[in-house]
């Protein structure tokens, strides 16, 4: 849960801190050795190691993250989609795309953003609230384009990607670039992208 909960390099800074050797092998191979211990009972178990491999493994991040989609809809449990929805997982999926895909964090003040899989999630567009300033954010090929709304509080949040840095006021938008995007890549077929989420 600690490679679901915080980045990898958080968690390298607390654990060199205490004595502890830190690597990518290290969270791959606690992945794994839990991974192979784990029944998968519950789709929060897809959600939780989707978020904990998206840093060492996005591949297999993003194919637990397809069969977590899939849960309630093609009730993968066997009769349990006619007793409800399952609210958590759906909130899992959710911060997923934000967090472990999008690679959106806060730290000392700016809203940043280090996409993996973008090419998956080409058109994506939603909402979110940063500072009391609602946000609009659209990926668009090798573009992150975030435009403050009007409305709310009047002030400049910073928001980042790419090595790029932007304040913005309300009813003001920016592009910034997304790293590793190629304008010849291509989400594959059987990989549907997200749209809308």
């Known amino acids: 849960m600690l490679f679901f909960l915080f980045p990898n390099d958080e968690l390298a800074t607390v ?71 399952h609210m958590g997982v759906m909130g899992g999926k959710l911060d997923l795309v934000q967090r472990a895909f999008l690679g959106t964090e806060i730290r000392d003040g700016v809203l940043s953003f280090s996409p993996r899989l973008w090419d998956r999630l080409d058109g994506l ?33 910073s928001v980042a990607a790419g090595g790029q840095v932007e304040a913005l006021l309300p009813a003001e938008r920016c592009s910034l670039p997304v790293i590793g995007a190629s304008s010849g890549d291509e989400a594959r077929e059987e990989d549907q992208d997200v749209r809308g989420l």
């Open 15 to 85: 654990s060199e801190r205490l004595g502890n050797e830190f690597s990518p092998d290290t969270v791959r191979k606690y992945i794994d050795y839990y991974d192979r211990r784990t029944s998968h009972g519950s789709t929060l178990s897809l959600v939780a190691y989707a978020g904990a491999l998206a840093q060492v493994d996005s591949e297999l991040s993003w194919r637990r993250f397809l069969v977590a989609l899939d849960g309630d809809v093609g009730d993968i449990q066997g009769g349990t989609t006619k007793e409800g929805i």
């Open 125 to 157: 567009s939603f909402r979110m609230q940063f500072r009391g300033v609602s946000l609009r954010l659209s990926l668009h090929g090798t573009k992150l384009t975030v435009v403050a709304l009007p409305g709310g509080v009047d002030v400049p949040v």
